[in-house]
């Protein structure tokens, strides 16, 4: 039946590729300039609170929304304001950025400190202030999350390191090195929200990050780390919560309506270190790898580094490069430009050689049902393809492809190498276009 989550998870194996799970983070120098988006979430943009000309510093706010969903924005850099411009970022869309010249000093701001935090409502307005969103690639804004509808039927709280994106491993140093953190990040949700039951979900093929952090919990914490099966896409929010805590979120539930709040490591992580400091979210580690890549590693950099600056870090191309993608190669997006900036959710950049990039040629389907067999939630992308090519907006209702959250496990399954994410997302459009229409 279409749409109904199946509780073994399908999914497909994805060769993994981690071949950066050994490299330590290191800390990339703050470039020359660095361009930040004022849309760096999901939600509404940001509209700029400084104008060109202006001095900022590190931590300051510069960028703010008086829509509900939304984060604000701070500098990553200290130096001017040399202009606000138009960017378009690598899903088309258009934001204003500020692009800052760097002055090298990294003044700090005078407003930060630590902040004042003793309710559940000053701890959600102190996470909205961090400008945190789910470090893991959506980018949805934490505060929100924090804070649904009926807390009172919230009592979990599920940490996401599945990391389940072949190359990715940003997550992964993140539990190597910063395991206290994440511990302390988890208490302090867990105080500030009322929940009773913590658990972390990590894939089996990460063994040294599951015994790291099984050895910092201390005796008699509720904390329960669950080794999930390495299989895309663990990661899936409600996928997680069924493998880590055996509820299912049913089609139209949110987590919270299971009791759940789910939170990536990285995000928790940084509730630790922002309720310590008070610096808002200005730096992010992430994975740069892929065949066209001379030095893979895992770097941190101000957010507003440019992909090119990132990459001749890392050595620039030993090749080459076909495809650079922010993300991973499962639900990432390639970019059109090397002066794309990293934004905040941005866990990894790819780079691929003409090889690893070829794009096989899409033959007919031969109805063999491998796309419906690999999809979390049973949907059944060769209808969906049919129905859309027939503008059947009733046939689309039905076939739920409004719960395609565009993993790619249908079109990896696929031996006719049909797109069929893509045609996911057009046959989604296609629905909000005929219900809205139906609706009038
Ligand atoms: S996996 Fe590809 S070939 Fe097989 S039924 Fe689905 S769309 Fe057709
Ligand atoms: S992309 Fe959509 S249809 Fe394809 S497997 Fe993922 S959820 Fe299912």
Redesign the pocket.
């Known amino acids: 039946m279409a749409g109904f989550f199946k509780k073994s998870l399908s999914g497909v194996k994805v060769p993994h590729n981690k071949n950066t799970m050994e490299s330590a983070t290191v800390d990339m120098p703050i470039p020359e300039q660095v361009t930040i988006p004022m849309l760096q979430h999901m939600g509404a943009p940001c509209e700029p609170l400084v104008k060109t000309g202006d001095h900022v510093k590190v931590g300051q706010l510069v960028g703010s929304s008086t829509q509900f969903m939304s984060a604000p924005i701070h500098a990553s850099v200290s130096g001017d304001v040399t202009a606000i411009d138009e960017y378009i970022n690598p899903a088309g869309i258009r934001t204003k950025c500020l692009v800052i010249k760097t002055d090298g000093l990294q003044e700090v701001d005078e407003s930060i400190a630590p902040p004042i935090v003793n309710t559940r409502e000053e701890f959600i307005e102190a996470i909205k202030n961090s400008g945190l969103v789910g470090l893991g690639g959506a980018g949805f804004p934490t505060a929100i999350k924090l804070n649904p509808k009926n807390p009172e039927k919230v009592d979990t709280l599920v940490i996401n390191c599945a990391e389940c994106e072949p190359y990715i491993t940003a997550d992964n140093r993140e539990c190597m090195e910063n395991a206290p953190a994440i511990l302390n990040g988890i208490k302090t949700v867990m105080k500030y929200l009322n929940l009773k039951k913590p658990y972390i979900g990590i894939e089996d093929n990460k063994p040294k990050a599951i015994a790291h952090i099984k050895s910092q919990i201390i005796a008699g914490d509720p904390i329960e780390v669950v080794s999930l099966k390495s299989k895309y896409p663990q990661g899936a929010e409600k996928v997680l919560i069924y493998e880590t805590t055996g509820r299912v979120v049913e089609e139209g539930m949110l987590p919270a309506d299971a009791g759940v709040i789910v939170m990536n490591v990285s995000s928790v992580a940084f509730v630790d270190s922002y309720m310590k400091t008070g610096m808002p979210l200005i730096k992010k580690r992430l994975t740069v790898d892929g065949s066209a890549v001379k030095e893979p590693k895992n770097v941190r950099v101000a957010i507003g580094t440019t992909f090119e600056d990132v990459l001749n870090f890392c050595g620039g191309f030993k090749t080459e490069p076909k495809k650079v993608i922010m993300g991973g190669p499962m639900m990432g997006i390639s970019v059109y430009t090397l002066k794309t900036p990293v934004i905040k959710n941005n866990n990894a950049i790819l780079a691929f050689d003409e090889k690893d990039a070829v794009t096989p040629n899409e033959t007919a389907c031969i109805r063999c049902g491998s796309?419906v067999r690999?999809?979390?939630?049973s949907?059944m992308?060769l209808e969906i393809e049919r129905a859309l090519k027939l503008e059947d907006g009733a046939k689309l209702e039905k076939l739920k492809v409004n719960l395609?959250?565009?993993?790619?496990?249908?079109?990896f399954a696929c031996p006719a190498h049909r797109d069929?994410?893509t045609t996911?997302n057009l046959a989604k459009k296609f629905l909000r276009n005929y219900s809205s229409k139906q609706a009038k």
């Open positions: 796309c690999a999809c979390p939630f949907l992308p395609c959250m565009a993993c790619g496990c249908c079109a069929l994410v996911n």
